[in-house]
């Protein structure tokens, strides 16, 4: 029942910003908010990988690769997760997809991040 749906992803050039939404649809706030989340990458021919998290109730997470750039919030009111992406990287190009950091939900169809130098 419960889709997860990425969207805001695009073509930048290098320094530039995206910000990414991730919409829960269909969730119940009973599991969604208690749960952490993330947004997670996949780089083409990579293993997906967890690029950034906030658990309950606020508290953050990145990977090394993009801390001071990347900024992920949510808001339970309406089931979602946002990922600010700022001084954008060639190497940050990849698909981008959320989830619980459960992975317990199916995963949506991400959106696709490309940065070129």
């Known amino acids: 029942q419960v889709r997860l749906v990425e969207s805001g992803g695009g073509l930048v050039q290098a320094g530039g910003s995206l910000r990414l939404s991730c919409k829960a649809s269909?969730?119940?706030?009973?599991?969604?908010?208690?749960?952490?989340w993330g947004w997670y990458s996949q780089a083409p021919g990579k293993q997906r990988e967890l690029v950034a998290s906030?658990?309950?109730?606020?508290?953050?997470n990145y990977a090394d690769s993009v801390k001071g750039r990347f900024t992920i919030s949510r808001d339970n009111a309406r089931k979602m997760v946002y990922l600010q992406m700022n001084n954008l990287k060639p190497e940050d190009t990849a698909v981008y997809y959320c989830?619980?950091?459960?992975?317990?939900?199916?995963w949506g169809q991400g959106t696709q991040v490309t940065v070129s130098s």
């Open positions: 989830n619980t950091l459960k992975e317990s939900l199916n």
């Open positions: 269909g969730i119940i706030t009973s599991v969604f908010n208690p749960n952490g």
């Open positions: 906030i658990t309950t109730p606020s508290s953050t």
